[in-house]
């Protein structure tokens, strides 16, 4: 909040305590009864608390100035009792002007603008309202009723005194006036009531949430004043107009209340936003963490996205390019950023833009979630050299990338990035799927899977992801994938023996996009494997440097391709000839 916002705010409340303070002193004088006197502050109060608050958190929106000047109008009917005539006159002519004020308020929080066509009609509507009811009172009343009985307010006392501003003496015309003005100020409102429901009817589920406590008052408002404004043009019973005046005043007070109750839902957001950062370390996966900023910002639209370097920009969890919305489309984005660079996105209801303190601390989160996860690949890379590797049988997944040299070409400097962000998704499946990586050299990756783990599952993900990813320049990255099961020797130096050596040259033979499993693998996996997969006996083959023949199974589904050339290695057939 700058200087000049904060001197606007200290002055706009200023001056809203002199006239709150000036009106009760004006009604006191004339005799108003205390209790009166002691409702009327209290609204104008709530609204000048609010009116504050709002200004304070939002320099750049409407709605504090507005609820300030609620509360300006709120006073107005007060001054009726002044003993200048000029000015009793004055807040005569304009004692309903809180009536004008109060529709706005209501068809543009929280943003303080009016959006939709019919809700700039309507307001049109009362205005041209005021328009005729603020000149008809100021100059065809030639005296200032000395008692009259308000159509939002208990009855107070007026000046009883000349009317300075009258043109002429017609009270046929005026009260003509009156009546059928009121009787479309009925209409108006209910306009405006159905205009506010359609909004909560039609509103998305964070601003649901930020309307209902505001406008659950201002429906009961509005309804009482229908039926105050209609008992008092057509002069029903004064103290049913009493009563509705206060059950007004209630209903009334609860706006600025409900704006209030808001903000403390938005700080005990700041609360949810904590848990969120508390429970980061049981967020293994990218959707399920979506999902907890969603809770906490209670909007089930939420998307993240997250920064692709290779791409140049935003992918979701399943590797696509995420759409960036149109100003205007509902929906905004919250760009999360570490020392200038780009981390990732979250698009989020419109309606959040206005809590910007909250989307600080929920992108703070999500920029935490992303650092987790790449010191997480890290240590993972560091734990794999200090041999802090699962022993006993594992399962060990070795691929490298198919066309590595073309792509080089292709991409030419971009290609690092590609390879780092190929690498970045592997960790983070494999990781997802119980394993740990091993090695990760240039465009190939090896990792290890206990036998609690899924390697089946981590390389059916790794080839879905890849695919589905969103590569720079229209580039396909295809890695080839080996599985096989054995029981290494550990020393200081990692794993050992011949099955390291098994998984990678079953690997390298196959094509990109392929998982090839070895026959121990194959043993191991088949009672488990998903209900769409199948294994395919590819034949015996000779791995070379290895003894003895290698029968070499293929696994296959639905989804991904499942017809590759001949593998790159020799049959025992061949090997005769």
């Not at 009917?77 to 005539?85: G, L, R």
């Not at 394993?435 to 981590?458: H, K, L, N, Q, T």
């Not at 054995?486 to 099955?499: C, I, N, R, S, W």
């Amino acid at each position: 909040m700058d200087v000049k916002d904060t001197w606007a705010l200290w002055l706009g409340a200023a001056i809203g305590l002199a006239v709150a303070i000036e009106a009760g002193l004006v009604a006191f004088r004339a005799g108003v009864a205390t209790v009166a006197i002691v409702q009327t502050e209290l609204v104008g109060l709530a609204y000048l608390a609010a009116g504050a608050i709002a200004w304070h958190r939002r320099p750049h929106n409407r709605t504090g100035p507005l609820l300030l000047a609620i509360e300006y109008a709120w006073y107005i009917s007060d001054f009726q009792a002044s003993s200048v005539p000029a000015v009793a006159a004055l807040a005569f002519a304009t004692r309903r002007l809180v009536n004008s004020l109060a529709p706005y308020l209501l068809l543009t929080f929280p943003s303080g603008r009016l959006g939709l066509r019919r809700h700039r009609l309507a307001m049109v509507l009362v205005i041209t309202l005021a328009a005729i009811q603020i000149p008809t009172r100021l100059l065809l009343v030639d005296r200032i009723p000395a008692v009259l009985a308000h159509v939002d307010r208990v009855t107070t006392i007026g000046c009883d005194c000349v009317n300075p501003f009258a043109l002429a003496s017609a009270p046929a015309l005026f009260t003509g006036i009156e009546r059928w003005t009121g009787f479309l100020s009925v209409g108006s409102a209910l306009l405006v009531l159905a205009l506010v429901i359609l909004r909560l009817i039609s509103a998305t589920a964070p601003m649901r949430r930020v309307l209902w406590p505001v406008l659950f008052g201002a429906l009961v408002g509005l309804v009482i004043f229908a039926f105050n404004v209609l008992s008092f043009t057509l002069a029903i019973n004064a103290s049913l107009t009493g009563v509705l005046g206060w059950v007004l005043s209630v209903a009334r007070a609860s706006v600025p209340i409900g704006f209030l109750v808001g903000l403390l839902r938005m700080r005990m957001d700041k609360t949810a936003v904590a848990t969120l950062v508390v429970g980061l370390h049981d967020e293994r996966k990218r959707g399920s963490l979506e999902r907890s900023i969603a809770d906490t910002l209670h909007d089930p639209s939420v998307k993240l996205g997250y920064w692709s370097p290779a791409s140049r920009t935003y992918l979701d969890a399943t590797g696509q390019v995420l759409a960036i919305p149109q100003p205007g489309s509902g929906s905004s984005a919250t760009f999360v950023e570490r020392a200038d660079e780009p981390i990732g996105a979250i698009i989020h209801d419109a309606v959040l833009d206005d809590d910007k303190a909250l989307l600080d601390a929920v992108s703070a989160a999500f920029a935490l979630a992303v650092d987790r996860d790449r010191l997480a690949a890290t240590v993972h890379a560091q734990a794999s050299t200090a041999r802090q590797l699962p022993e006993g049988p594992v399962t060990f997944l070795y691929s490298d990338v198919e066309g590595s040299t073309l792509l080089l070409d292709r991409l030419g400097e971009r290609y690092a990035d590609v390879l780092a962000e190929q690498r970045r998704l592997l960790r983070a499946i494999v990781r997802e799927y119980g394993g740990f990586e091993i090695d990760s050299r240039a465009d190939e990756f090896f990792g290890a899977f206990p036998e609690v783990a899924d390697p089946v599952g981590a390389a059916l993900k790794i080839q879905r992801r890849l695919r589905d990813h969103a590569w720079p320049d229209g580039a396909i990255v295809r890695v080839r994938i080996g599985l096989h099961h054995g029981q290494p020797q550990m020393t200081d130096e990692g794993y050992v023996g011949l099955d390291v050596h098994r998984a990678t040259r079953i690997g390298s033979a196959g094509h990109g996009g392929q998982i090839l499993l070895s026959e121990a693998t194959r043993q191991r996996i088949e009672p488990r494997l998903p209900s769409d997969a199948a294994l395919h006996r590819l034949g015996a083959f000779i791995l070379k440097g290895l003894p003895g023949l290698e029968s070499i199974s293929q696994l296959t589904v639905p989804d991904l391709p499942s017809a590759f050339p001949p593998l790159r290695l020799e049959t025992p057939a061949r090997a005769s000839d």
